[in-house]
């Protein structure tokens, strides 16, 4: 068990809603991520983050903003939620232990755009 | 071009049987290489990394051949907890710690 929770676990929302999904973590690693999942996608890096209040872009950022003011907390912002954002979002954290190291997800939250 | 490609399948073997997966990835700047598991509606899991010698982890065997860019996993004796998607990982800038996911490869054990 990595220590990691994703909040909301579901949620459904309007087109142009803004959305908050929340991971946090309780092991204090220094690199978390977001992705989202899609059908023949596969996973898709959304944002990224190397500590506080330092954050950089994945391949699919676009739509979306990222903060992390704590080590524990990595928040993904949808100012305006559009139906193509619909997807899984999995938080992800890097533990370096081992000789590669692993990535180990939180349990992901399941987002809906109407 | 994806980075890292994968056959998506569905691959449906027998009980018993032995599957091979493959992989091809863009990126020959790529350092380390990753086989994840992924259970329906579930989080993916690290199975095994991979290594240019090759490793086994049981029933499980993974090759790198970084020449042609292409990483397998090979499951020998199938069982029906087999059944899952196989994502083919890679890391391609340690600096980001980020991995490059490949789409995944479905695999149905039948009895």
């Known amino acids: 068990d990595a220590g990691i929770t994703q909040s909301p676990r579901h949620k459904v929302t309007e087109t142009g809603t803004p959305v908050t999904l929340r991971c946090h973590q309780t092991?204090?690693?220094?690199?978390m991520y977001w992705y989202r999942q899609d059908p023949g996608h596969g996973l898709r890096l959304i944002h990224y983050s190397y500590g506080v209040k330092d954050t950089d872009k994945g391949e699919v950022s676009d739509g979306y903003s990222v903060s992390r003011s704590k080590t524990e907390d990595f928040l993904l912002t949808l100012e305006s939620a559009t139906s193509s954002q619909t997807s899984v979002y999995f938080c992800?954290?890097?533990?370096?232990?081992?000789?590669?190291?692993?990535?180990?997800f939180g349990e992901g939250s399941r987002l809906t755009v109407l | 071009r994806k980075e890292v490609e994968q056959d998506p399948g569905p691959f449906n073997v027998p009980e018993g049987a032995t599957v091979a997966f493959n992989c091809t990835y863009s990126?020959?700047?790529?350092?380390?290489f990753f086989w994840y598991r992924q259970d329906c509606r579930k989080e993916p899991k690290l199975l095994m990394s991979v290594y240019s010698s090759g490793n086994e982890d049981g029933r499980f065997t993974a090759q790198l051949n970084r020449a042609s860019q292409y990483i397998s996993l090979l499951i020998r004796d199938s069982k029906l907890s087999d059944s899952a998607t196989y994502l083919c990982?890679?890391?391609?800038?340690?600096?980001?710690?980020?991995?490059?996911f490949g789409s995944g490869t479905r695999l149905q054990v039948q009895p």
């Open positions: 990126n020959s700047a790529s350092q380390s």
């Open positions: 092991e204090n690693h220094r690199y």
């Open positions: 990982v890679v890391l391609g800038d340690t600096g980001r710690r980020a991995l490059t």
């Open positions: 992800a954290i890097y533990s370096p232990k081992g000789a590669d190291g692993e990535l180990f």
